[in-house]
């Protein structure tokens, strides 16, 4: 059965996965909405595009596309402490961060394991 292409049949192109494509992007976006919504203030939106096509003197490809356009992600900036070094005649450079505290990369962490006394279960009281 020939059905003229509106709104209203736009779902059904590709046996209904048009309309899946859809509803995938619209529920991507509210999700993000829901999830970072508040912290970031920013506005979510699904762009649906409709690609119509000649390939023939009476026929017509139509190609639906549907995409949430989310803010990026992105992490809390880290410093790094820059650190040179010479191996075998080259030169190494290597960016050192402290994982536990990512604005503080000079701060001292606690002793190695190895420290420990481990035949009496004591930590040293130095």
């Known amino acids: 059965m020939l059905k003229d292409l509106n709104l209203k049949s736009l779902g059904d192109l590709d046996g209904g996965a048009a ?4 509803d995938a ?3 991507a976006a509210v999700a993000d909405l829901e999830d970072r919504g508040l912290e970031d203030g920013k506005e979510r939106l699904v762009k649906i595009v409709i690609k ?3 390939v023939a ?15 990026e992600r992105k992490v809390a900036a880290t410093t790094a402490v820059t650190r040179f070094s010479r191996v075998n005649d080259r030169d190494i450079v290597n ?3 402290q994982a536990l505290n990512p604005e503080r990369p000079d701060q001292p962490t606690f ?3 190895e ?7 004591e930590v040293p009281n130095d």
Not at 19 to 22: F, K, N, S, T
């Open 19 to 22: 309309i899946l494509v859809i």
């Open 25 to 27: 992007a619209i529920a």
């Open 52 to 54: 119509l096509t000649k």
């Open 57 to 71: 003197k009476d026929t017509t490809s139509i190609v639906v596309t549907a995409d949430p356009k989310l803010p």
């Open 95 to 97: 960016l050192s961060f």
């Open 111 to 113: 002793p190695a394991m």
């Open 115 to 121: 420290t420990l006394d481990t035949a009496g279960g």
